[in-house]
């Protein structure tokens, strides 16, 4: 139940933030959760091969392949959205994490 939850909290956070994402993860949890975010990592690492840190990555990934392919957002705006530093940073996580850059992801 509590993984979950925090996979519940970290997707809310991600797909219906109008906020675009400057609330900090940690912050976000323990308000939702009310527990601190090394409860909920120790909680998470304990079942799972991932970190929430990673889980939060790989989910913010897949939310910019959605923006990126269904509502058509440029780089940017998905920069801005998903509350990244530099549009480099995002496609260098991106290149991580999917193995290729996200013009071409939305050329497959």
Request: glycine share 0%; hydrophobic share 30%.
């Amino acid at each position: 139940k509590d993984i979950e939850s925090i996979k519940t909290c970290v997707i809310e956070l991600i797909h219906t933030s109008d906020n675009a994402l400057e609330q900090n993860l940690s912050v976000y949890l323990f308000n939702r959760l009310d527990k601190d975010y090394p409860t909920w990592s120790t909680i998470l690492s304990r079942h799972q091969p991932y970190t929430i840190e990673k889980y939060f990555i790989r989910q913010k990934i897949e939310r910019v392949k959605e923006l990126t392919y269904y509502e058509e957002l440029n780089l940017k705006e998905i920069t801005y959205k998903l509350n990244y530093s530099s549009e480099a940073h995002l496609s260098s996580q991106f290149k991580k994490v999917t193995r290729q850059t996200p013009p071409t992801f939305k050329k497959q």
